[in-house]
Structure formats: C-alpha cells, structure tokens
C-alpha cells in the first residue's frame, strides 16, 4: 500500500535513472498473487519458481525481454528463453505491483506489467508542492497543497 516512486520501466532508450518518474501504490509484492480482470497471477521475486501457463506467458515473455535482458519469445503457446522451451521460470530480481488507483488512469502495472525492484526510487512520504500542469511555470502552484506529510 505505500505509496512509491519509480522511472518508467517501458522506456528501453534511456538509462534507468534518465526515465520519467511516476508515482503509484505498491499493491503486491513478490510472491503475491493479483488478480487482473478473472485471471490470477504471481508477482515474480528473485529465485521464486513459477510455472508458464496460457495467464501469464505472455507477461513472464515480456519480463525476460524488458528486465532480465534475455532473448525469449512465444511460439504455438509455448514460451523460449534463450532458444530453449521452458515450462517453469525464475528470475534474478524482485518485482512489484504498481496500481494508480484510478480507473481512468491506467499508467500502472496494468499497463507495463510487473515493476522491476531496480526502477523504484523510494517511498513517498511528503507533498512539497502541487502545480497545474497546465499552466505556465511561474504560476498554477496550488495553495493548498504544500508540505504535506502523507500518510503512513
């Protein structure tokens, strides 16, 4: 449930600390089981086995490809790593559940999968300040919204 902040795990062009930062609640961690729509998946976490089914291939694919930088890919329902079939996988970091907590906003785990541990920043416990984006940068500073501790 804290509240994290974390570089955009989909952007493959820079340096992990060069992305854009985003900020979202850490809903599960590895090992936890999510349920997304009527399917049920497990958080990947280093050194966890999990087994490939036709739930959650594709997300295991997109892990090895995005974050453990290893060749795999998808073929008549079956998962490659490295050029070889595997019906278990396990993987050499820990990841998260990132949920925006907001239906419309879907800038979260829903959208890019699993977090990497190696992306999040840290936990977010205070508010400095608040702007309108959509306003010139010398003005939009929300007045009510200045140096407020979040929640623990």
């Known amino acids: 449930g804290d509240l994290v902040v974390f570089n955009f795990p989909l952007?493959?062009?820079h340096?992990?600390?060069?992305r854009a930062v985003y900020a979202g609640y850490c809903d599960a961690l590895p090992g936890d089981t999510v349920r997304i729509g009527s399917i049920q998946t497990e958080i990947p976490g280093?050194?966890?086995i999990i087994k490939v089914d036709s739930s959650n291939i594709k997300m295991l694919c997109n892990i090895y490809i995005l974050h453990e930088k290893r060749k795999a890919h998808i073929q008549n329902g079956k998962l490659y790593v490295d050029g070889k079939e595997v019906s278990y996988c396990c993987f050499k970091n820990n990841y998260y559940w990132i949920s925006s907590r907001d239906g419309?906003?879907?800038m979260d785990s829903r959208y890019f999968g699993p977090l990497p541990e190696s992306h999040i920043i840290g936990r977010m416990v205070m508010l400095v300040y608040s702007k309108d984006a959509g306003k010139p940068f010398y003005s939009g500073f929300r007045d009510d919204r200045w140096f407020i501790w979040l929640n623990d």
């Open 46 to 48: 280093k050194g966890r």
């Open 104 to 106: 419309s906003n879907q």
């Open 15 to 18: 340096d992990i600390s060069d």
């Open 11 to 13: 952007d493959t062009i």
